[in-house]
């Protein structure tokens, strides 16, 4: 009987800045029957500001010009006038200032041969989106389950689902949620969708279908599903009125006349050099208006399905623990509890020990998130999924130029050579996300150069 599925090269699961960066790399080298799917029902403004910074500029610049050009990069010559350096403090409970990360493009510009530019992911999507032809792109296309062949991988999806959280990747208020879910027409569709692909990308994310699928029934089954880092975040975007006694104090104490400041008690860390410390971001939004962001290292069940309530007290008493002033509980004492959020940070180890390959099978790589999810500490999880990105487009450009679609030893070759060139890294990576707090200014310029400097 005739095949009545469309047979891509490459099916690319999941439209978040990996996959789509991927299927602009390929389009790039001339490999046109491809397609991308998304669960998402639509395309929508969802997530919070990723940092691009040299090291995934250098990846996007790789893998296609249009890509790196559409991220609205500053253009610089000799005539530009260097811009006035902003920069991000981190300081001791005492106000000192302990390391400095400047937010400008010209400072990284000029050290690591590119700059540094902040965008909300939704953004960074649609940039992204508007490079491919929207035929190539299907949003309402959930993968359920994927089989492979010896020729090539059946991929289900089903229509108008109900999307599932993402706990990583896409910060959204939960009434953001919510209201979008209520305006949509939540039937399954009465037939799953069958696509087959010679190639799967699986660029879905960290809670990656794809990855459950590949791992179940194997050895590597416990490293199906993110763990969870030890890490959680507690916050509120904007306080709003702070009383002038307080700002007036925290801008004596802490902010001078800086907008973004990170504090954690490094004399108590210093002191117990096994045990984490509380990390609290705050950031001055001007009139009167303040909003925070806690790092706490916590079990994970003090945080499920807690009450907002129960977890501001729990956050005051775990600052109140690291020694943290009174003036900064008084702080989060005027959370309105409708804008406090908690989000447990998970991660896909890069070490699990194992000997068998992590990162595909047969046909299905895993890239992104899907692969090596991580907490942001770094600012490195888009960074890091574009330079694979960067290194698979190659891979596949190959396997198409030398026709091997149909030779699985050189698929296999191909995908494995990608994971041995890129895991170990990401076990520096996520070593680096638990622990640059820790870190002195020499730690952090050779990882600058490590990092920042390279260029996949
Ligand atoms: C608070 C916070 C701050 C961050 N800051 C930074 C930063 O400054 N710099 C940085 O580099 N990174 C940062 N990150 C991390 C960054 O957002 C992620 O690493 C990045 O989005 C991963 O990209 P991805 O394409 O692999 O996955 P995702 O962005 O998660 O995209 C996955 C896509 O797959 C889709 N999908 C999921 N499941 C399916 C399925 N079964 N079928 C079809 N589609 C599916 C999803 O809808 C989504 O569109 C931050 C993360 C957080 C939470």
Redesign the pocket.
């Known amino acids: 009987m005739p095949n009545s599925h469309p047979l891509y090269d490459v099916l690319i ?9 991927t299927a602009i790399g390929l389009q790039q080298r001339g490999i046109n029957n491809i397609l991308v ?4 029902r639509e395309f929508r403004p969802v ?7 040299p090291n ?1 500029l250098k990846a996007l610049r790789a893998i296609a010009k249009s890509a790196y050009e559409a991220m609205g990069i500053p253009k610089l010559d000799s005539e530009t006038k260097p811009e006035a350096t902003r920069f991000w403090y981190r300081k001791n409970l005492q106000g000192e200032v302990t390391h400095t990360i400047p937010l400008g493009f010209d400072y990284w510009q000029q050290k690591y041969g590119e700059g540094r530019i ?1 965008l909300p ?1 939704f953004n ?2 649609t940039n992204l989106r508007n490079l491919l032809d929207p035929a190539l792109i299907q949003a309402n ?4 389950n994927f089989a492979q062949t010896p020729h090539d991988v059946r991929v289900y ?1 089903e229509k108008n689902l109900k ?2 959280s ?6 959204e208020s939960s009434q953001e949620s919510e209201s979008t879910e209520k305006n949509q027409d939540i039937r399954p569709h009465k037939n799953t969708l069958t696509m087959e692909a010679k190639l799967v990308v699986a ?8 990855r459950q699928i590949l791992y179940q029934n194997s050895a590597l089954e416990p490293w199906a599903k993110p763990q969870y880092s030890g890490w959680s ?1 507690l916050g509120c975007l904007a306080v709003d009125p702070v009383p002038e006694d307080i700002l007036d104090q925290l801008t004596r104490d802490y902010f001078q006349d800086q907008k973004v400041i990170s504090l954690q008690n490094d004399a108590l860390m210093a002191a117990n050099p096994g045990q984490d410390s509380p990390r609290l971001v705050i950031f001055n939004q001007g009139r009167g208006s303040l909003g925070y962001l806690l790092h706490l290292p916590i079990a994970l069940e003090k945080i499920l399905h807690q009450l907002p309530i129960t977890l501001l007290n729990l956050a005051i008493k775990e600052l109140e623990k690291a020694d943290f002033p009174k003036i900064i509980t008084d702080l989060l004492c005027l959370t309105n509890l409708d804008n406090f959020f908690s ?1 447990p ?1 998970y991660l896909h180890p890069a070490n699990p020990c194992t000997q068998f390959p992590l990162w595909s099978q047969k046909r299905v790589v895993l ?5 090596h ?4 500490f770094s ?8 330079e ?1 990105a960067a290194y698979l487009v190659k891979a596949i450009a190959t396997l198409v130029k030398h026709d091997q679609l149909d030779d699985l030893g050189a698929i296999t070759e191909k995908f494995q050579a990608y994971e041995n060139h890129r895991r170990p890294f990401m076990e520096l990576m996520q070593t680096a996300a638990l622990e640059n707090h820790r870190w002195t200014e020499t730690q952090w310029e050779i990882y600058g150069q490590q990092v920042y400097g390279r260029d996949i």
């Open positions: 699961i999941g439209a978040g800045p990996v996959g789509l960066a799917i998304d669960q998402t997530g919070q500001f990723v940092d691009l910074l995934g902040s992911w960074l999507q296309h959930r993968c359920i999806c999307m599932p993402n706990p990583f990747a896409h910060w660029a879905d994310g960290i809670n990656s279908t794809l975040a989000r940070y890239v992104g998130d899907a692969a999810g991580m907490p942001p600012a490195q999880g888009a960074n890091q999924g574009l694979d």
